[in-house]
């Protein structure tokens, strides 16, 4: 083990978990402080309400690859379920799009934006291909299917504020769950070379490269629960 198990392992996530988690890690000798470093609100435009009203009424294939755009676009939508095949990431997210729209709507997942992109291109569907996505989405996804000449309109439906808090303490882990916020993070914060980082993703571990050379733990799965066990199963 890297660390004393004698003394109660520190851990920050960067997002609240839920609070069945942090009781789980507390009994396995796990205290999990929990500050976020990023927060996303809805954009409040007539012209986006006008893009996600016209979406509603055509049978397109829609992309997710953030819950945040989901919990948006339902809210739109309210109760109504439009006529969209639709591909995303795994876990949270899908159990999201499920939740809003149903699960026949689903045509396929991935655990990352790559993967999605790729599967996008296997199956090739057919009509009006939509990105819901936030104004700090990353390029993958589109790069991907604009190099396979796969046209793509994106609809930018929230925004992501960096919140840059300054972090004393030190943390036996840190947990992150997207690029944006590990950029928040290092914007202000070093960390020593004995920390590890948990990433959600291969994109989110990638961005910690850019700042960290310290050893990284990637889940196995999207999702914050999926990434909080991993955790726990690292140092237990």
Known sequence: MPFNMQNRIQILSTRPLHETLLQEAKQAGI????LSFIETSPIQSLPIQREIDEAFQQSITAVFTSMNAVEVVADQIKENKPSWKIYCIGTTTQQLVGNYFGQDAIAGTANDASALAKLII???PKGKLIFFCGDQR???LPEILQQNSILLKEIIVYQTTALKHLIKKQY???LFFSP????SFFSNNQLTNKTILFAIGN???????KYSNNQIVISDEPGK???ARKMMAYFN
């Open 180 to 183: 944006s916020g590990v950029e």
């Open 138 to 140: 990353r390029d993958e």
């Open 203 to 209: 994109t989110t571990a990638k961005e910690i490269k």
């Open 122 to 124: 296997e199956d090739q």
């Open 225 to 227: 629960e999926n990434l």
């Open 31 to 34: 205290d999990i402080d929990e």
């Open 172 to 174: 036996e882990g840190i």
